[in-house]
Every structure is written in structure tokens, then in C-alpha cells.
């Protein structure tokens, strides 16, 4: 069991390492349409995000339902952690070192537009937050929010996207 545990952790240090040093050679080397290879990448980095985001809120709606301790509510357990950790956090850590990086070599770090979109990312950053927080306290069979209050939350990262997408494409002001 540590064994295995050991050899992911070697195996996810070495795949962490790998890509950090392409990326810092190409930042280093800048070849031509880097910018939209990287924007492209920050697109399907959002698309994960969003995609974890919308999803974890609704698993806590059916989890709510299922009773502590009872095998449906440990198959929850299950996906929910799997979910934060495989998609939600790794996929919003490249959104935002992309979407930095596009933003500094992209000349945008004066816009208006960004720095709305800038707010609006920061508030999605916190209710990743919360729905981690949320994760563990299901994990721990501590959760005391209802079902309602996650049906409510679930809509929060749609309307923040909604704005978000705006805002980069048609650059308001
Ligand atoms: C985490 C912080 C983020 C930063 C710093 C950031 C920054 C940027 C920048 C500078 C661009 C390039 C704009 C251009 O070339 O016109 C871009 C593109 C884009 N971003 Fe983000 N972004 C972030 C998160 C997000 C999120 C959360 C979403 C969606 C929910 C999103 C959606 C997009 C889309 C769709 C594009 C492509 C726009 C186009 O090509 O017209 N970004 N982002």
C-alpha cells in the first residue's frame, strides 16, 4: 500500500517536473503562435475547471440525501475527492499560470476588462475554496449545510463564467 502510494508520488514529482521545464523552454524560446498554443491551452484548462466546478456541488445535492456511514455515502466520499484532487485543483492551477502568462505577454495587464475578469476569477478561486472545505467535511461526516443551500451555490460558478467569458471576448472596456 505505501509502496504504491510511493510510486505515484514519484511518478506525479516526475511528470510535474517534466512539464515545468517544457514549459519554461518554450517561455525561454518563444516560438512563433506560443501565445495562442498557450491560449488554447488556458481554454481547455477552463473547460476542466468549470467542467469540476459545476459538477462537485451537484454530487453534495444527491450526497446530502444518503445517510452517514452507508455505502452510498462512501461511494460520494470517493468521487468527490477524486474529482477535487484529479481535475479541480490541478486544472485550476494551469488556468492560472496561463492566464497570467497571457495577460503579462499579451500586454493586457492595464485593461479594464482584465482587471474586471481578474475580480470575478479571484471570487471563483473562493468558492473553490469552499467547495474543497465542503469536500472535507463530508469526508469527515460533518456536513450540516442542506440540500438547498448546495442547489443555490451550484449556480454561483455559472454566472461567474457567464460574466468571465464576456468580458474576454467582447473586451467591453
Ligand atoms: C485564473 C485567472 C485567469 C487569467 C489571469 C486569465 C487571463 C486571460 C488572458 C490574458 C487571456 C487572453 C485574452 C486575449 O488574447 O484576447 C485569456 C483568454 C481567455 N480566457 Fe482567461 N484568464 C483566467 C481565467 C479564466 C476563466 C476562469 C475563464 C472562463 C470561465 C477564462 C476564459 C477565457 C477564454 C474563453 C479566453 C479566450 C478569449 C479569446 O481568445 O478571445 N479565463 N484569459
Same mark, same amino acid.
Given at each position: 500500500?505505501?509502496? /504504491?502510494? *510511493?510510486?505515484?508520488?514519484?511518478?506525479?514529482?516526475?511528470?510535474?517536473?517534466?512539464?515545468?521545464?517544457? #514549459?519554461?523552454?518554450?517561455? %525561454?524560446?518563444?516560438?512563433? *503562435?506560443?501565445?495562442?498554443?498557450?491560449?488554447?491551452? &488556458?481554454?481547455?484548462?477552463?473547460?476542466?475547471?468549470?467542467?469540476?466546478?459545476?459538477?462537485?456541488?451537484?454530487?453534495?445535492?444527491? &450526497?446530502?440525501?444518503?445517510?452517514?456511514?452507508?455505502?452510498?455515502?462512501?461511494?460520494?466520499?470517493?468521487?468527490? /475527492? /477524486?474529482?477535487?484532487?484529479?481535475?479541480?485543483?490541478?486544472?485550476?492551477?494551469? !488556468?492560472?499560470?496561463? *492566464?497570467?502568462?497571457?495577460?503579462?505577454?499579451?500586454? %493586457?495587464?492595464?485593461? *479594464?476588462?482584465? &482587471?474586471?475578469?481578474?475580480?470575478?476569477?479571484?471570487?471563483?478561486?473562493?468558492? &473553490?475554496?469552499? #467547495?474543497?472545505?465542503?469536500?472535507?467535511?463530508?469526508?469527515?461526516?460533518?456536513? !450540516?449545510?442542506?440540500?438547498?443551500?448546495?442547489?443555490?451555490?451550484?449556480?454561483?460558478?455559472?454566472?461567474?463564467?457567464?460574466?468571465?467569458?464576456?468580458?474576454?471576448?467582447?473586451?467591453?472596456?
Amino acid at each position: 500500500m505505501q509502496a /504504491r502510494s *510511493g510510486n505515484r508520488i514519484v511518478r506525479a514529482t516526475v511528470g510535474l517536473v517534466a512539464a515545468g521545464v517544457l #514549459l519554461a523552454v518554450l517561455v %525561454w524560446w518563444q516560438p512563433s *503562435g506560443l501565445y495562442l498554443w498557450f491560449k488554447a491551452l &488556458h481554454v481547455i484548462a477552463v473547460i476542466a475547471w468549470m467542467a469540476g466546478m459545476l459538477y462537485l456541488p451537484r454530487l453534495f445535492v444527491y &450526497h446530502c440525501e444518503a445517510e452517514a456511514g452507508a455505502q452510498q455515502s462512501e461511494t460520494f466520499k470517493v468521487m468527490e /475527492r /477524486r474529482l477535487l484532487r484529479a481535475i479541480i485543483n490541478p486544472a485550476m492551477i494551469t !488556468t492560472w499560470a496561463l *492566464g497570467l502568462w497571457l495577460a503579462w505577454d499579451g500586454g %493586457w495587464l492595464m485593461s *479594464g476588462w482584465f &482587471h474586471a475578469k481578474l475580480a470575478a476569477v479571484i471570487v471563483l478561486s473562493g468558492v &473553490h475554496g469552499m #467547495l474543497s472545505s465542503y469536500v472535507r467535511a463530508f469526508a469527515e461526516d460533518r456536513n !450540516t449545510r442542506s440540500q438547498r443551500f448546495y442547489r443555490i451555490l451550484n449556480e454561483v460558478p455559472t454566472f461567474l463564467m457567464v460574466f468571465i467569458v464576456i468580458l474576454v471576448i467582447v473586451k467591453p472596456f
